[in-house]
């Protein structure tokens, strides 16, 4: 059995924070998008300091980690665009919009490669927020400790309503020019990947207290729910998976990214319930596991069944994103992931699974898309994302629970009750942080805390 190189992966994720290749270059203008791959690493491997007193996640380590959070979090908000107010919003573009004013490019750019935005608003038609990098960015605030208090939730929310077209897709970006009229794009601009950021955009701030049901922050007033699940349902393939728009082919990534949209607008199951999608959730769950794939070689035989895969033969076996495709590191997120969301996890071969991703190792720290590959930020972030999700990768949450749990036992509740609790209290974490991207231990936690007190 393969050795986590936990050490090795926290240096690794440490330096690239302070430099990079020169082969990241072309990666300029998502920069930020590197960052939250390694805070986020951090934050798995459990070395981030604990910002917050009230949030008691496991910091109990004696690596020097060196980390400026104060310099990072001023660096991300210094990526917030200016938005400017829509006078003659075409309310149309969004059936669900209701706030005024309207505003238009709030949210996030991915660096300051052209430069900090101005205050009349960016003179170039680059210069601009994006779906993707305000989704990032939100993240990596949490990760950090942030409770978000500068982030202009209003034109954010705002700008979310007025990129979400009829049939319930949402555009990537929007151009906060004088005027604010926002980009048509073609479909390609408009898949799976910009809805889930836009549905994890709005999970994160939108309001869902009971009481504020007519504010501009509240759920209700800021997507449209059902145009958005039709959207998703519409991308179905034949084989049960989902595919980036209708009618194209289904994938991995993008089969998460609908998947775990249903699941934060708390509308899975009952879609799973409908006699239309009667079969669907067994079709997509056997696309999910076919997709487990052993080395070359290393098969029991390779007309066999499930890709060669014998999950008998105690082989290591990662995942594809399509059939007839290379197993590659990050699937292991996007598709267990899929599959820890619908509660079928358990029809993976985990260890077989572990043993891939291990494989994978750099001896520089991280790991890399396949075998012998050179470690990468994208796929060392979801190869830990997804042993911390399997329990396999040193993640905290198991030690913060079972903190709770001694410190619980000191009450007169029962040790049976509390053990209970805690147990639903982690699958459904576990399931939003999977969701969420790993994001969402600090933004429940505090709740997750709540519900437990006696």
């Given at each position: ?271 799973l319930q409908r006699p239309e999608q009667r079969g669907w959730k ?42 007839n495709k290379l197993e590659d590191t990050c699937y292991s997120y ?121």
């Amino acid at each position: 059995m393969k050795k986590f190189e936990r050490l090795r992966h926290i240096r690794y994720f440490t330096n690239s924070l302070q430099n990079l290749p020169k082969q990241y270059s072309s990666a300029d203008t998502n920069r930020l998008t590197l960052v939250h791959f390694c805070i986020q690493s951090l934050d798995i491997l459990g070395v981030l300091p604990d910002y917050s007193s009230d949030v008691k996640c496991c910091r109990n380590v004696n690596e020097d980690v060196y980390l400026n959070r104060d310099e990072i979090v001023e660096w991300i908000y210094g990526l917030q665009t200016l938005p400017t107010i829509v006078e003659n919003f075409d309310r149309s573009v969004s059936p669900c919009s209701k706030a005024t004013p309207q505003y238009a490019g709030g949210g996030f750019k991915g660096s300051n490669y052209l430069g900090p935005t101005r205050p009349a608003g960016p003179s170039n038609p680059y210069d601009h927020s994006h779906l993707a990098m305000t989704y990032v960015a939100l993240c990596t605030l949490i990760a950090l400790g942030d409770d978000l208090s500068r982030v202009n939730r209003e034109a954010i929310l705002s700008t979310l309503r007025g990129l979400q077209k009829d049939n319930g897709s949402f555009l990537a970006l929007s151009s906060n020019d004088v005027g604010g009229e926002y980009v048509k794009e073609d479909d390609d601009d408009c898949d799976l990947r910009f809805m889930y950021t836009a549905i994890c955009i709005w999970y994160i701030l939108a309001d869902e207290s009971p009481n504020n049901k007519n504010s501009s922050h509240s759920a209700d007033a800021c997507i449209n729910i059902e145009a958005a699940t039709s959207y998703i349902l519409s991308c179905v393939t034949y084989e049960g998976s989902l595919g980036l728009t209708p009618g194209r082919e289904g994938h991995g990534g993008s089969t998460f990214c609908g998947i775990a949209s249903l699941f934060l607008m708390g509308v899975l199951d009952d879609v799973l319930q409908r006699p239309e999608q009667r079969g669907w959730k067994e079709d997509v769950i056997r696309w999910c596991v076919m997709r487990q794939n052993s080395l070359p070689g290393t098969g029991v035989d390779s007309d066999s069944i499930n890709n060669g895969y014998d999950g008998e033969n105690g082989n290591a076996a990662g995942m594809q994103g399509r059939p007839n495709k290379l197993e590659d590191t990050c699937y292991s997120y996007w598709i267990g992931g899929t599959l820890h969301l619908l509660g079928a996890a358990h029809l993976l071969d985990g260890w077989a699974l572990r043993e891939y991703v291990l494989k994978c190792q750099s001896p520089y720290g991280g790991f890399g898309k396949v075998v012998g590959a050179m470690p990468d930020l994208l796929h060392s972030f979801y190869s830990m994302a997804w042993l911390a999700l399997s329990e396999e990768g040193g993640g905290c949450i198991d030690d913060t629970y079972q903190g709770m749990i001694g410190e619980q036992t000191k009450t007169t509740v029962s040790y049976s009750d509390v053990y209970a609790q805690v147990a639903e209290s982690i699958t459904q974490l576990s399931r939003l942080d999977c969701a969420l991207g790993m994001c969402a231990k600090r933004l429940s936690m505090s709740k997750t805390l709540a519900s437990l007190d006696p």
